[in-house]
Nanobody
């Protein structure tokens, strides 16, 4: 069965960095677009970043553009989220998500497989 497992979350000071990983199994990883989302307490889940299955097209939310970088390693069935210059407002549970290859102009939606999430807390 499809399984996504995030890791790498934790507590970091403002201005610091973290790298999240998401290990995928149970599907043909190289044929799926992969995304990262987050949900802060009392807020709706929001799109953060995504990378396409082919051409490696990426998409970012404005709030993280220039600070976060998404990448993937198809040989390891893993997608990463490098987070730099972290801010207290980045505090949230971060979720990895997958969707079967879709349009490159809407990488922020349409995901149907989700991981359980990993907590990221940024202290001021």
């Amino acid at each position: 069965q499809v399984q996504l497992v995030e890791s790498g979350g934790g507590l970091v000071q403002a201005g610091g960095s973290l790298r999240l990983s998401c290990a995928a199994s149970g599907f043909t990883f190289s044929s799926y677009d992969m995304g990262w989302f987050r949900q802060a307490p009392g807020k709706e889940r929001e799109f953060i970043a995504a990378i396409s299955w082919i051409v490696r097209t990426t998409s970012y939310a404005d709030s993280v553009k220039g600070r976060f970088t998404i990448s993937r390693d198809n040989a390891k069935n893993t997608v990463y989220l490098q987070m730099n210059s972290l801010k207290p407002e980045d505090t949230a549970v971060y979720y990895c998500a997958a969707r079967f290859r879709g349009r490159l102009d809407n990488l922020n939606t349409g995901y149907n497989y989700w991981g359980p999430g990993t907590q990221v807390t940024v202290s001021s």
